[in-house]
Nanobody, 116 residues
Framework: QVQLVESGGGLVQPGGSLRLSCLGS????????MSWYRQAPGKEREWVGG????????NYDDSVKGRFIISRDNARNTMYLQMNNLQPADTAVYYC?????????WGQGTQVTVSS
């Protein structure tokens, strides 16, 4: 079955960096657009950015543009989110997401906390 497993979250000070990973299985990873979302406490889940199946086209929400970088390694069935210059407003649970045959699939999420 389809599985998405995020990892790499943690506690980081403002201005610091983290790299999240999302390992996909149970589907043709290299043929799917993949996305990152996040959900802060008390807020709705919001889109962070997405990457096409070939990694050529990448888009970001304005709130993370210039600080976050999405990439993927199709040989490893893995998508990445490099997060730089993290701020307290980036504190959230981060999820990877894929749509397969009109069905939504989410990972379990990984917590990112930005605090001094």
């Amino acid at each position: 079955q389809v599985q998405l497993v995020e990892s790499g979250g943690g506690l980081v000070q403002p201005g610091g960096s983290l790299r999240l990973s999302c390992l996909g299985s149970g589907f043709s990873f290299d043929s799917r657009l993949m996305s990152w979302y996040r959900q802060a406490p008390g807020k709705e889940r919001e889109w962070v950015g997405g990457i096409t199946s070939d990694g050529v086209s990448i888009n970001y929400d304005d709130s993370v543009k210039g600080r976050f970088i999405i990439s993927r390694d199709n040989a490893r069935n893995t998508m990445y989110l490099q997060m730089n210059n993290l701020q307290p407003a980036d504190t959230a649970v981060y999820y990877c997401y894929v749509v397969i045959r009109s069905e939504d699939y989410w990972g379990q999420g990984t917590q990112v906390t930005v605090s001094s």
